[in-house]
């Protein structure tokens, strides 16, 4: 989204979906996410929660000059007190309904932008979005700290001691992080251990903030196996036993339940 | 700093004082800051707390080509737990000490890494760096909150309503962040709100993190003007009286001091 105008949508679609046109006269092509936003494809205006996941009939069809497509763009979700948004995770979580409908508890979807989601009797009820992702990666990519966590190892013990730091006491992690430039320059720290620490500093901050009306559901973890891998340590610390779901073909799900709808 | 390398740096200083070196046959410079970075002109091992703030004694000379230039790096300051370090800032705690030697309490030096300083009796005992303005730097001009958060404008009561918020409870900081998004999108809320908003939460993340200990000392802020009145106006709701204090000639007063003892 962030790369196209409205008018080149269709040509980015067109190179993927040609070859199955070829082979057949019409397709429904069945989109989430993002080509949704007002700055995307066709703005497909939010529903507000509490909903059901927004499937066929909440979509927006834009004009496309190749009659052969019929497209849908399936809205996302707004809260508005307090204020949050997403667009995509909504189509993820209506594939793991579809696996496990009588699902009740929260679905935590870590990313750039980590979704809290709740979810009761088949309805989104509320959510909350941490950039705490955004965070890391442009601490360590932009900020004074970058000259001190490149490679790629890792240091468990690191990530769960700054972790269970964090947790504890919220308020110093403006200086905590600093600290890591330092701890680099005066005891010659290993990176793998730095970029560990940052990671549990910044979970930290977030498991922190998630509240225990929260943190006494079932919780289940979908998203990247590492960084489930990481969701899945720091709730540990909280008492909490966190299922990971497979999130391979979550989105496919998603979007073959709204397909349902247009051949029900 | 960032932008020489070592062997740049006499001809970079050389723009500065050809002038007086025409005039004089030989002139000292004393240099403080980033120039003593292991990465810089020639490394000025840090001095390390407590201790009064280093001078020409400590300072490190780099080799000149040009042999009128008498040159002195002074030293930054280390604290090895928890490990902090400062380049700079040592010498306008110096500068601000020269005019008041007796000076017991906090200074505080509002900036990209802001520093936090306990002085007593002529000793820099204890110090704290805090990124809160890298990441607002980072967070208002490369995620994905920049969108909202352009031109110049401020609102002073969503500044304060943001810092009350996080200093009463910093754990939800990173929703609030992302809610800043959520509140452009869904209420066409004004940029300079949405700003003064971000600059309250991490501010306010930074003053609940600064401790008691601290806050009961008399408070002194030094460095640009419009950043000490945030910093001022935020230490007013912890109950602290900060006094402002003029920077423009404070890192001068020190290297002054410094040059002092060399024409003792």
């Known amino acids: 989204m962030s790369r196209l105008r409205p008018e080149e949508f269709e040509a980015a679609l067109m190179e993927t979906v040609e070859d199955a046109l070829r082979s057949n006269g019409q397709i429904p092509v069945i989109v989430c996410g993002m080509a949704g936003a007002r700055e995307g494809w066709k703005e497909a205006p939010y529903s507000a929660v509490p909903c059901a996941p927004p499937g066929l009939s909440e979509a927006v069809t ?45 679905i935590c979807l870590p990313g750039t932008h980590t979704k809290w989601v709740r979810v009761s009797d088949r309805t989104i009820t509320e959510f909350h979005t941490h950039i705490t992702g955004e965070i890391f990666s442009l601490l360590s990519s932009q900020s004074v700290l970058r000259h001190s966590l490149g490679g790629e190892g890792w240091d468990q013990d690191a990530f769960i001691e700054a972790l269970e730091t964090v947790i504890k006491d919220p308020t110093r992690i403006s200086s905590r992080l600093f600290s890591i430039r330092a701890k680099a320059l005066l005891r010659n720290t290993e990176n793998a251990y730095l970029r560990s620490e940052l990671s549990g500093y910044l979970l930290g901050l977030e498991l922190g903030g998630v509240g225990q009306k929260w943190l006494d559901q079932k919780t289940v973890l979908i998203g990247d196996s590492r960084l489930v891998e990481l969701y899945r340590a720091g709730l540990k610390i909280l008492g909490i036993n966190a299922i990971i779901v497979d999130d391979k073909d979550i989105t496919l799900s998603g979007l073959r339940h709204a397909y349902a709808e247009l051949v029900r």
Do not use: H, Y
């Open 62 to 106: 834009p004009q496309t000059r190749d009659v052969r497509l019929q497209t849908f763009i399936i809205p996302g979700l707004k809260q508005l007190e307090p204020a949050d948004v997403m667009r995509g995770e909504e189509t993820q979580i209506s594939g793991f309904l579809a696996g496990q409908p009588d699902f009740e508890g929260v």
